[in-house]
């Protein structure tokens, strides 16, 4: 049983829901977001509650309804607080800058690479090493943010590379002479 489907989502007063079948819609501060969800869940929304019930106990109903309740979940937490992913630049000479709306990383190879800002997310640069990734959508944040740190993965060799914040990278002993 899905423990995490059967937790009601509590609505802030500044959010607005629109349900309709296989669809749900979140009005907030920060933005819109639409989701397509599972037709056969049940979704009723009361007095500043959103409940999500499945229609059986088979086994990809149970997954399905854990599945739809976080969505949700993630929607009204994405248009009031919003999500953000930390990335930090690690080696001689990388850095970032802001180019416009877009991202402009010198991460060792011979062109600057320029990453464009999709509609509903910003770029920040507090430090020439660090990258900020903001958005309402945290699917759409967390995708872009592994989209640059693909740019220049973290080898283990000498550790150089994009690294999403607090991420260990596991270092390896190299060849003696």
């Known amino acids: 049983m899905s423990r995490i489907g059967k937790q009601p989502i509590d609505l802030p007063a500044s959010v607005s829901v629109s349900l309709s079948p296989g669809r749900v819609m979140v009005n907030g501060p920060l933005g819109e977001l639409t989701q397509d969800v599972p037709q056969r869940m049940q979704i009723e929304q009361s007095d500043g509650v959103i409940t999500v019930t499945r229609p059986t106990e088979r086994g990809d109903d149970r997954a399905l309804h854990g599945l739809t309740r976080t969505l949700i979940a993630n929607m009204v937490e994405g248009v009031t607080k919003g999500f953000e992913k930390r990335l930090e630049l690690q080696g001689v000479g990388y850095r970032a800058a802001m180019q416009g709306a877009d991202l402009r990383l010198d991460v060792g ?11 509903g997310i910003t770029f920040e640069v507090p430090a020439v090493t660090e990258v900020v990734v903001k958005g309402v ?25 994009i690294r999403y914040q607090g991420e260990y990278v596991r270092r390896k002993v190299g060849k003696r002479a």
């Open 109 to 119: 190879y011979s062109h600057p690479v320029v990453i464009k800002a999709p509609q």
């Open 137 to 161: 959508d945290k699917q759409q944040v967390g995708q872009l943010a592994a989209e640059i740190r693909k740019v220049r993965p973290p080898e283990p060799y000498k550790g150089k590379g």
